[in-house]
């Protein structure tokens, strides 16, 4: 029988939420969970669910250092971020981090959704559009941020739990 880890990154809990509905999806019951903020993550594990959240079009520092850790394992990622409504851009991200696997990994996909961001990020950008009332692009910061409030909700853990499902099926 394969052994799971999943393993994650969140500074606002947006991550958290996901990782925790993978760890509950899965069937197995040789299943670990871990935040790699608070350690303790290790590479004993066949197949690993690694999350994060997106900085700056990609995965944080600590994410691509635990990827050093996972030679010859089988590997899916999972994060959040901020834009939503584009599966373009989502892709962009998962290909951004999947490039830093490492090349004896196998990769077995990834899934993004959209977080929601603290409220100083709204704040910030209510006040540019005073100062610029007419400034297009934050207005539709703006309509991003809305859209994220919520997220991830019932229906991202929903599809998450379809992809822990199709990938636990696919392996075991
Ligand atoms: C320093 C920083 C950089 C970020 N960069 C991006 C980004 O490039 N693209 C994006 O869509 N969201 C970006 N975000 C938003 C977070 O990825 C998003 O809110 C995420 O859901 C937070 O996850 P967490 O609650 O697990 O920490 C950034 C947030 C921070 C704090």
Known sequence: MSTYQVVYTSKTGNTKK????????????DKEIYSLDEGGANADADIYF????????????????????????KIALFGTCGMGGQE????NIKTNVSA?????????????????????????????????????KIKFMIDNFNHAIGHPDT???????????????GVS
Not at 18 to 29: F, H, M, Q, V
Not at 88 to 91: D, G, Q, V
């Open 18 to 29: 996901l990782a925790e509905k993978i760890y509950d999806t899965l069937n197995s019951k």
């Open 50 to 73: 690694i999350g994060f959240w997106t900085n700056r079009g990609t995965c944080s520092m600590e994410v691509l250092d635990f990827f050093d850790n996972l030679e010859g394992k």
């Open 88 to 91: 373009e851009y989502f892709n």
């Open 100 to 136: 830093f696997l490492p090349d004896s990994a196998e990769f077995l996909g990834a899934f993004m959704c959209q977080g929601e961001m603290p409220d100083t990020v709204g704040e910030k950008y209510h006040n540019i559009l005073r100062e610029h009332p007419d400034d297009e």
């Open 155 to 169: 229906e991202d853990l929903n599809h998450i739990a379809t992809f822990v499902k199709d990938i636990e099926g």
